[in-house]
Structure formats: C-alpha cells, structure tokens
C-alpha cells in the first residue's frame, strides 16, 4: 500500500516534479498529492515571515498537518536563491523578488539589473531547498540540498522555470535551462534534498 505525502504548496508543477523525482531516486511505494486532492479548499493561507527557510517550511507544513487526514505524510517544501554580491538576497524572498505579484521574468529581470557591472568571478550564487516532512505520529524530520554556482549575465534556455535561465551550476558551462532534465534533478538542491528525503522511506 502506497504512503500518501501531501505537498503544502498550491503550486502544481511542484508537485509533478515531486513525482518525478520519485521516479528519479525509485520510491514507487510513495505518492506525492497536492493539498488540493485531499481538501477542496486547498493550501491554507500561510503568511512566511519567518525570516528563514526552516521556519517558513514549519509554517507551511503545520499549518496543513492540522487540515488533514491523520494517516498523511505532510512535506513542505521551501527554497531559494542566495547570491553572493547580493549579501544572500535575494533569500527567502526568491518567489517574490520583484514584488508580490512578479512573474518569473521580471524576477530575473531584478536580479540581473542589481548585478550589472559585477564581474563574472564575483557571482558567485547558491540554491537552497529546505524539506520538512511531518509524519503521521507529528514527527518532524528535517532534509536540505545545496547546488553551488553562478549568475549568468544574460538569460540563456528554455528549459526548467523560476532562475533557471540565469543559474549556471558548478563545473558546468550553462544554465540550468540548458541542461537535461535528468541532469538537473542529479544536481539541483531540490534533488538533493529529494534524496536524503528517499532514504528516510526506504
């Protein structure tokens, strides 16, 4: 019998890509739902002014736990960009960077106005995924990944979403947009994250 892990996130591509990257590191046993599937009004309302990832994931997560049922895994998912020039912006504010209401191409259009002029070698930049899982009995357990590199100086693919155009992973001459899916999953802070979690149910 399959465990159900319900995602806190309203976001439906982030649950896809928790199912695939269920495929990725084989847990078959595990099914990946959106808030959406286990109650019709969905993620409840969560203002994340924690001023971290680990809490902000706790908000979220608790915040759902108490909305359903018992027997659920609940997982909150929170992550974000840190560059380097930019003192860790733009941090936990990643989604939201050009306002509340920002698509992700103006996101990216900030992010590479605030680093006009810095030199490539000093754009140095990191993704952060904090996973917090919330078992059944009110557990809590912990996973984080890190994918270290840089901030391009212009756009470049068509792949992925979010910073992906503009994120050039470590030991590598491209941006995440550029690199195969299986690739970055390999790579990426969420697979990371994804990874450890993996263990846990194994």
Do not use: W
Not at 155 to 174: H, L, R
């Amino acid at each position: 019998m399959k465990k159900t892990v319900v995602i806190a996130t309203g976001n439906a591509h982030k649950v896809e890509e928790f199912n695939r990257l269920a495929q990725v590191f084989s847990l078959p046993g595990i099914r990946f739902v959106s808030a959406k599937e286990v109650r019709a009004e969905g993620m409840p309302p969560v203002v994340e002014d924690s001023g971290s990832f680990l809490g902000n994931a706790r908000l979220k997560a608790h915040a759902l736990k108490q909305c359903v049922p018992a027997d659920c895994f609940v997982l909150a998912d929170d992550s974000g960009l840190c560059v380097d020039a930019l003192h860790g912006a733009p941090g936990v504010e990643t989604a939201y960077y050009a306002g509340p209401e920002a698509s992700a191409e103006e996101n990216r259009a900030k992010l590479l106005a605030a680093l006009s002029g810095v030199p490539e070698n000093a754009r140095g930049a990191h993704f952060v995924c904090l996973l917090l899982l919330i078992s059944p009995d009110g557990t809590e357990t912990v996973f984080e990944g890190t994918c270290k590199g840089a901030i391009a100086t212009a756009e470049s693919g068509n792949g992925g979403f979010g910073y992906d155009p503009v994120f050039i992973p470590s030991g590598f001459s491209k941006t995440f947009a550029e690199i195969d899916g299986f690739t970055k999953d390999r790579l990426s802070h969420r697979g990371k994250a994804f990874s450890a979690l993996a263990k846990f149910f194994v």
